[in-house]
């Protein structure tokens, strides 16, 4: 039995994408929408397309993401991570050059919270002596 569709969840910041990657025509639906419409941003679609982009596969496979959670920026880094995993499923040894490029790792960096009596993570209020 041959596997046809391969998973992979990717996060970021507060996002989460859940990732099918299949043997197609290098198509890449977000949401149900073309990924050059759902972002707007070139750099957001060049994040996307980069996994592809580095092994060489941009017309091998047909993508479908379903991305919720954070925002447009958060949303392109878990896209990114969930098809990279979603690749080492496909071929395993693709890990050695994805990993080298830190695209398997999940991007820890989250917002800072604001703490009680201050303005916000680390600014606080003017401080008065007198």
Avoid: C
């Amino acid at each position: 039995m041959t596997v046809s569709r391969f998973y992979g969840t990717g996060r970021r910041k507060t996002a989460i994408a859940k990732v099918w990657l299949a043997p197609g025509k290098g198509n890449i639906i977000i949401n149900n929408v073309p990924h050059q419409d759902y972002f707007k941003d070139q750099s957001d679609i060049l994040t996307i397309e980069e996994p592809l982009k580095l092994i060489q596969k941009m017309e091998d496979f047909d993508i479908n993401v379903k991305v919720y959670g954070g925002g447009i920026s958060g949303q392109s880094g878990a896209i990114k991570h969930g098809i990279s995993r979603a690749l080492v499923k496909y071929d395993h040894t693709l890990r050695t050059v994805l990993k080298k490029e830190k695209m398997l790792e999940r991007d820890a960096r989250m917002k800072e919270r604001k703490k009680y009596g201050q303005k916000g993570a680390r600014a606080r209020y003017q401080f008065s002596k007198r």
